[in-house]
């Protein structure tokens, strides 16, 4: 009878507790004008006033939390407006939230330091503080936790290059992050754990919201940049955009970039124990690259479409190296010097279209459609001993790709779903010259490759309880791939591909502390210039190829994340298949010359643990320190490459008096070899340091900063395979000197939402 009792009581209480539960959903504006709030943190709170849940507002102001119950109630609170709270009801639905401006708070007070929100796949950094003084989208990058930006490469640690989203339109040239200043950007949101509707082979995204400005007519942006190694190179560019009343937005800019470097290069090449070969090469590398870019959005209310195109021209990119080397073999030597000239002219046509529907708060669809096509030339002519190899290529590529995906509420959660689709075809004729009088072993062909790709996807996000959050999703890709070497189709690298990548994740949100754990399957499709079939002559001892068998790599990636407070740590264990590295063997039967190419490696490992301080002391200093520990485990041949390789960062950001901002940033790291190839990389340190000062609520900035202060970074490496050595020591990176200029005119800002339909455009 006890038990029949005690079985009644809980079936009575959990019915009571279930009545009593609800999904929270609602919108929040702005009071007076009635404007959407994004990233409005709405924080779920208990009678005692914790905090055991929440959820953040998305670009229409909404927000959604699962399983709420009515003793509950909600916090709404951004930085700029009057914190409000209210009771949770039972309806699961709340009336249109406002929230008043705090004109005291924006009068008076100044925010340092970033706010880091964990969310169920990465976190939210909303920039509140001194970086956005700090001049563009790239110098905020730097700041985030977790994130790097190393001689220009982008990067999430333990993550590797991720996709970048700019207002929800991916990224295509980082020279985007240039054109945005620092004061416009309102959050940035890094996804480590991306869901079943991103691309298989995409680890990681970053998402930039900026500001949404009121106002109508013209505006302009106009910046420039010169710099000094050993030679000036330069950047500059304006953007213009016109606001009609009608909620039609035109856009242009035009951007133009002019790189020179001149370096020296040492290599040492050891082959077979008993052949050497002491090179020095003199580089200079001169590029000139012109951007434009042309476009409109249209949004009202729920509704969006729009539609965009660029265009890249690089008329001039030369690399010209001159040579020494001298050939040892046992007591037999030879001296050589030679001339080697490259020339690239390529030029790239993207367009871009979308169109957003919100059928209503939970209900979206959004449809993005990509057309790409790029031609690009290339010849070289080398020349030694008055005889010459001379050689040219004609590439061209073309992509067609479309993309669908539509979410709504099921069953108290999120259901994403979707299709994506891209057709590519890249051809390259490589030709032998008949001036050519230098003897080889090259000869002229031509390649062709089609490929295409169709992917379906769906992924479900739920709340359990007041602290988890949890999703699962699938994706499913099919890819037809054929290859043809002078018109023959070449069965070895032709092949489909069926693949299904799971994805799933967990998480904890309380108090003080909220972490992770998920994982994901995923798949790196070579990029079409590793697989070409022709031979690039380097040097009479070293030639470079393709390999168009190779196969995609796929990975097993778990990943765990903990923050609490200003310290966040991460770590990410890589189970690889079919790894890309490059190695070097004996070209065909010539004992002297040895053949650089792509090769997979079977299974591989790699652990990566990362750990983020990012406190604010005395409120004008923002120190950030991240330690970063990897670890491969990588064998090819017999030969181990295994050492890991620490990396310390500590970056300093003060505020100074008459709007100065002073920033001082160190990186070091110490020899090992690195996890995507067979390279061991030796140790390294560089300071960087910077002063900033702004003018006119932000519209004017100035900008000197020094890269390599105490110049002593330099690169050097060792690449050792089949019994090769190489190493290679580079004096490139030397100490560089920036002055950078932004003007802002009437800074009315354009909404385009328009996306890359696929992932296929960066294998491009």
Same mark, same amino acid.
């Given at each position: 009878?006890?038990?029949?009792?005690?079985?009644?009581?809980?079936?009575?209480?959990?019915?009571?507790?279930?009545?009593?539960?609800?999904?929270?959903?609602?919108?929040?504006?702005?009071?007076?004008?009635?404007?959407?709030?994004?990233?409005?943190?709405v924080a779920c709170l208990n009678a005692s006033g914790s905090a055991i849940g929440g959820a953040l507002t998305d670009s229409l102001g909404y927000f959604n939390i699962s399983q709420a119950t009515i003793e509950d109630s909600l916090r709404f609170s951004i930085v700029g407006y009057k914190t409000k709270t209210i009771s949770v009801v039972q309806s699961g639905s709340v009336d249109t939230v406002y929230l008043e401006r705090d004109n005291t708070v924006l009068g008076e007070v100044v925010v340092h330091g970033k706010q880091i929100v964990q969310t169920p796949n990465g976190f939210v950094v909303t920039i509140n503080d001194v970086l956005k003084q700090l001049g563009t989208a790239r110098n905020v990058l730097g700041h985030i936790p977790f994130v790097t930006t190393k001689n220009g490469s982008i990067s999430v640690i333990g993550k590797g290059n991720p996709v970048i989203y700019i207002n929800d339109r991916q990224m295509r040239n980082a020279t985007e992050l240039d054109q945005i200043n620092s004061s416009d950007i309102k959050q940035v949101e890094v996804i480590t754990n991306p869901g079943a509707e991103y691309a298989s082979g995409v680890n990681s995204v970053i998402r930039i919201r900026t500001v949404k400005r009121k106002g109508y007519g013209f505006g302009s942006r106009v910046d420039a940049e010169v710099s000094k190694e050993r030679k000036w190179s330069y950047n500059g560019g304006i953007s213009l955009n016109y606001q009609t009343r009608r909620d039609v937005n035109f856009f242009a800019s035009v951007r133009y970039n002019r790189n020179d470097e001149?370096?020296?290069?040492?290599?040492?090449?050891?082959?077979?124990?008993?052949?050497?070969?002491?090179?020095?090469?003199?580089?200079?590398?001169?590029?000139?690259?012109?951007?434009?870019?042309?476009?409109?959005?249209?949004?009202?209310?729920?509704?969006?479409?729009?539609?965009?195109?660029?265009?890249?021209?690089?008329?001039?990119?030369?690399?010209?190296?001159?040579?020494?080397?001298?050939?040892?073999?046992?007591?037999?030597?030879?001296?050589?010097?030679?001339?080697?000239?490259?020339?690239?002219?390529?030029?790239?046509?993207?367009?871009?279209?979308?169109?957003?529907?919100?059928?209503?708060?939970?209900?979206?669809?959004?449809?993005?459609?990509?057309?790409?096509?790029?031609?690009?030339?290339?010849?070289?002519?080398?020349?030694?001993?008055?005889?010459?190899?001379?050689?040219?290529?004609?590439?061209?590529?073309?992509?067609?790709?479309?993309?669908?995906?539509?979410?709504?509420?099921?069953?108290? #959660?999120?259901?994403?779903? #979707?299709?994506?689709?891209?057709?590519?075809?890249?051809?390259?004729?490589?030709?032998?010259?008949?001036?050519?009088?230098?003897?080889?072993?090259?000869?002229?062909?031509?390649?062709?490759?089609?490929?295409?790709?169709?992917?379906?996807?769906?992924?479900?996000?739920?709340?359990?309880?007041?602290?988890?959050?949890?999703?699962?999703? #699938?994706?499913?890709?099919?890819?037809?791939?054929?290859?043809?070497?002078?018109?023959?189709?070449?069965?070895?690298?032709?092949?489909?591909?069926?693949?299904?990548?799971?994805?799933?994740?967990?998480?904890?949100?309380?108090?003080?502390?909220?972490?992770?754990?998920?994982?994901?399957?995923?798949?790196?499709?070579?990029?079409?210039?590793?697989?070409?079939?022709?031979?690039?002559?380097?040097?009479?001892?070293?030639?470079?190829? #393709?390999?168009?068998?190779?196969?995609?790599?796929?990975?097993?990636?778990?990943?765990?994340?903990?923050?609490?407070?200003?310290?966040?740590?991460?770590?990410?264990?890589?189970?690889?298949?079919?790894?890309?590295?490059?190695?070097?063997?004996?070209?065909?039967?010539?004992?002297?010359?040895?053949?650089?190419?792509?090769?997979?490696?079977?299974?591989?490992?790699?652990?990566?643990?990362?750990?983020?301080?990012?406190?604010?002391?005395?409120?004008?200093?923002?120190?950030?320190?991240?330690?970063?520990?990897?670890?491969?485990?990588?064998?090819?041949?017999?030969?181990?490459?295994?050492?890991?390789?620490?990396?310390?960062?500590?970056?300093?950001?003060?505020?100074?008096?008459?709007?100065?901002?002073?920033?001082?940033?160190?990186?070091?790291?110490?020899?090992?070899?690195?996890?995507?190839?067979?390279?061991?990389?030796?140790?390294?340190?560089?300071?960087?340091?910077?002063?900033?000062?702004?003018?006119?609520?932000?519209?004017?900035?100035?900008?000197?900063?020094?890269?390599?202060?105490?110049?002593?970074?330099?690169?050097?490496?060792?690449?050792?395979?089949?019994?090769?050595?190489?190493?290679?020591?580079?004096?490139?990176?030397?100490?560089?000197?920036?002055?950078?200029?932004?003007?802002?005119?009437?800074?009315?800002?354009?909404?385009?939402?328009?996306?890359?339909?696929?992932?296929?455009?960066?294998?491009?």
């Amino acid at each position: 009878m006890n038990v029949i009792k005690k079985i009644t009581l809980t079936t009575l209480y959990a019915i009571i507790y279930t009545s009593a539960m609800a999904q929270i959903s609602g919108y929040v504006r702005e009071q007076g004008k009635g404007a959407p709030l994004e990233y409005v943190t709405v924080a779920c709170l208990n009678a005692s006033g914790s905090a055991i849940g929440g959820a953040l507002t998305d670009s229409l102001g909404y927000f959604n939390i699962s399983q709420a119950t009515i003793e509950d109630s909600l916090r709404f609170s951004i930085v700029g407006y009057k914190t409000k709270t209210i009771s949770v009801v039972q309806s699961g639905s709340v009336d249109t939230v406002y929230l008043e401006r705090d004109n005291t708070v924006l009068g008076e007070v100044v925010v340092h330091g970033k706010q880091i929100v964990q969310t169920p796949n990465g976190f939210v950094v909303t920039i509140n503080d001194v970086l956005k003084q700090l001049g563009t989208a790239r110098n905020v990058l730097g700041h985030i936790p977790f994130v790097t930006t190393k001689n220009g490469s982008i990067s999430v640690i333990g993550k590797g290059n991720p996709v970048i989203y700019i207002n929800d339109r991916q990224m295509r040239n980082a020279t985007e992050l240039d054109q945005i200043n620092s004061s416009d950007i309102k959050q940035v949101e890094v996804i480590t754990n991306p869901g079943a509707e991103y691309a298989s082979g995409v680890n990681s995204v970053i998402r930039i919201r900026t500001v949404k400005r009121k106002g109508y007519g013209f505006g302009s942006r106009v910046d420039a940049e010169v710099s000094k190694e050993r030679k000036w190179s330069y950047n500059g560019g304006i953007s213009l955009n016109y606001q009609t009343r009608r909620d039609v937005n035109f856009f242009a800019s035009v951007r133009y970039n002019r790189n020179d470097e001149k370096y020296s290069i040492k290599q040492n090449l050891n082959y077979w124990r008993q052949q050497e070969i002491n090179q020095t090469a003199n580089e200079d590398l001169h590029g000139t690259t012109w951007y434009s870019t042309v476009g409109f959005d249209y949004q009202k209310d729920k509704a969006s479409f729009g539609a965009m195109y660029r265009y890249t021209y690089d008329p001039t990119h030369a690399l010209g190296n001159d040579s020494f080397s001298v050939y040892r073999n046992g007591d037999f030597h030879i001296s050589q010097s030679y001339r080697d000239r490259r020339n690239i002219t390529e030029g790239t046509h993207y367009v871009n279209a979308y169109m957003n529907d919100d059928f209503s708060k939970d209900t979206h669809l959004k449809l993005d459609a990509d057309y790409m096509n790029v031609k690009a030339p290339r010849s070289q002519e080398y020349v030694m001993d008055n005889e010459g190899l001379y050689t040219n290529s004609q590439s061209r590529s073309q992509l067609y790709a479309d993309r669908i995906t539509f979410s709504s509420a099921l069953f108290g #959660g999120t259901v994403t779903v #979707g299709e994506e689709s891209s057709y590519t075809h890249t051809r390259n004729n490589y030709n032998v010259l008949s001036t050519t009088t230098l003897t080889t072993d090259l000869t002229s062909n031509r390649t062709r490759s089609r490929q295409l790709l169709l992917a379906v996807f769906v992924d479900y996000r739920h709340r359990l309880g007041k602290f988890l959050d949890a999703s699962i999703g #699938g994706r499913y890709e099919h890819a037809n791939f054929d290859d043809y070497i002078n018109g023959i189709k070449d069965p070895a690298a032709s092949r489909r591909d069926n693949n299904f990548f799971p994805s799933t994740s967990i998480s904890y949100s309380g108090k003080d502390i909220q972490m992770s754990l998920a994982y994901r399957y995923t798949t790196i499709r070579p990029i079409y210039f590793y697989l070409r079939s022709s031979v690039e002559y380097d040097s009479p001892y070293f030639y470079a190829t #393709g390999n168009p068998s190779l196969l995609p790599q796929t990975t097993n990636l778990i990943s765990y994340s903990f923050f609490w407070k200003n310290l966040q740590f991460t770590a990410n264990y890589y189970m690889h298949k079919n790894s890309t590295v490059f190695t070097m063997d004996r070209y065909l039967d010539r004992d002297s010359i040895v053949l650089s190419s792509p090769e997979n490696i079977r299974h591989n490992q790699t652990l990566d643990l990362a750990l983020v301080f990012s406190p604010t002391w005395f409120s004008i200093w923002s120190p950030q320190f991240t330690l970063d520990f990897n670890k491969p485990f990588m064998t090819y041949h017999g030969t181990s490459y295994r050492k890991p390789i620490l990396s310390f960062e500590f970056d300093n950001t003060v505020q100074l008096p008459l709007h100065f901002l002073f920033g001082l940033d160190m990186n070091m790291s110490t020899s090992g070899n690195i996890s995507t190839d067979l390279e061991y990389n030796y140790k390294s340190f560089q300071l960087d340091t910077y002063l900033i000062k702004t003018f006119f609520n932000d519209r004017i900035k100035l900008r000197f900063s020094v890269d390599n202060v105490l110049n002593i970074n330099h690169t050097r490496l060792l690449r050792s395979t089949n019994n090769i050595d190489m190493r290679q020591w580079y004096n490139n990176n030397r100490r560089t000197f920036r002055l950078s200029f932004s003007y802002e005119i009437n800074p009315t800002k354009k909404k385009y939402k328009g996306q890359a339909s696929t992932n296929e455009i960066n294998r491009l």
